[in-house]
């Protein structure tokens, strides 16, 4: 194409030094780490969680079905590009991408962590981590720093403190710890993330409602791993936060796209029938699905039903990606999917989700990948 193609989610795989060699020394003792089992081999420890984090699926991008397991893979056979940030480039090439906006792994699971404490400890860890990964290639590199949400005044200072990183955007955890998002009290922390220009992100698989077991066999809870995210934004755009903070612009990440106009529909309604249920200070000037239309960019891998109903949404606030290096991922074969599933899109809705909405919305100097 003559245009960059950009990822706007893909992941890194923590190397078993991320947290150790870069937490406040008080946390050292009880810092994830790499550990090995006999029987799920190589896992990520986490103090607290009697949940690890098994190697098998974090990196598992391009193995076919047949070959994905959870268990009984060692950390030294994951691709270094994970975790290498010189060796990153070479797997962009052969997925034809040209940079991409990175988020964690481990990081996810600990967005779920009841101690507020360690997990803002992990964090800034983490932060200071994919920063030395990202300086490498700053013009293909951009990362998301997290925050705890332990509370409204240190979520500001962590903006900050991300945006002096250098890292482009700040993955939320899907519950704070006082209150809930659609609180006025988070108000002064909205306007915040428009001032640094730090888009907020909230990633599936890092609210509480995400570790509530589905019902039957294993592979349904694969489908509704989605219903964290829709919950948030729905709080978001009912809560009037949109209404109150206009320029705020946030992303539902790898929570596909395809079900965006039925839910705009679905918010409409309910408006429409039921807004006395709204709470003084929520009142909403225009349609819940206006505020989706230009508040909410989603992201999706390989949602052809995104591209399908691309018309039925507003398409500058959608936003493809690879998912790299985890097991959803369409890498090595995102250029052949997407010659597929991209075919009735007219040449600009192509450019803006392949390139340019992930572009403008991070800031990203197109000129500097040729």
């Known amino acids: 194409m003559s245009y960059p193609i950009l990822s706007a989610d893909s992941h890194i795989t923590e190397p078993p030094d991320c947290y150790t060699a870069h937490i406040d020394s008080k946390w050292d003792d ?29 990196a598992a991008a391009g193995k076919p079905p047949e070959e994905l397991r959870q268990s009984g893979i060692r950390f030294d056979e994951l691709p270094r590009s994970g975790w290498d940030a010189k060796a990153r480039r070479e797997d962009q090439i052969r997925d034809g991408v ?5 988020y964690p792994t481990v990081g996810m699971v600990l967005c779920n962590h009841q101690d ?5 400890a992990c964090f800034e860890a983490y932060n200071r981590w994919i920063a030395s990964y990202c300086e490498v290639d700053p013009a293909r590199l951009l990362g998301c720093g997290q ?25 939320m ?55 964290g995210c829709q919950d948030i934004m ?19 990440v ?44 989603t992201t999706f891998q390989d949602d052809w039903v995104a591209f399908q109903t691309a ?30 599933h991209s075919k009735e899109l007219s040449a600009e809705q192509k450019r803006r989700i392949l390139c340019d909405n992930t572009a403008e919305l991070y800031q990203i100097d197109l000129a500097a990948l040729h």
């Open 116 to 120: 507020f404490d360690y997990k803002r």
């Open 234 to 252: 729905g709080m978001l755009i009912l809560g009037g936060v949109f209404e109150r903070h206009p320029d705020l612009k946030v992303v539902c």
């Open 173 to 227: 955890p899907g519950n704070p710890l006082v209150d809930d998002y659609d609180s006025p009290i988070y108000d002064p922390f909205w306007e915040a993330a428009i001032e640094n220009e730090l888009p907020l992100s909230w990633h599936i698989l890092t609210s509480k409602v995400d570790s509530v077991r589905a019902r039957g066999p294993a592979m349904n809870g694969f489908l509704s791993i989605i219903r």
């Open 30 to 58: 009880k810092a994830p780490r790499i550990v090995h089992d006999e029987k799920y081999g190589d896992v990520f420890q986490i103090d607290g969680m009697k949940r690890t984090i098994p190697m098998g699926l974090v």
């Open 147 to 171: 925050t705890a949400m332990r509370s409204v005044e240190e979520g500001i200072a962590d903006l900050k403190a991300i945006k002096a990183l250098g890292l482009r955007g700040v993955m």
């Open 311 to 340: 018309n039925l949404m507003n398409h500058e606030r959608l936003l493809w990606a690879n998912d790299f290096p985890h097991s959803d991922s369409t890498w090595p074969w995102s250029q052949e999917m997407l010659e597929e």
């Open 254 to 297: 790898e929570a596909d796209a395809g079900w965006v106009p039925h839910y705009m529909y679905r918010m409409d309604h309910a408006y429409k029938r039921h807004r006395n249920w709204l709470r003084p200070g929520q009142e909403l000037s225009k349609l819940p699905s206006e505020y989706m239309r230009e508040n909410i960019y």
């Open 98 to 102: 040209d940079a991409e906006v990175i």
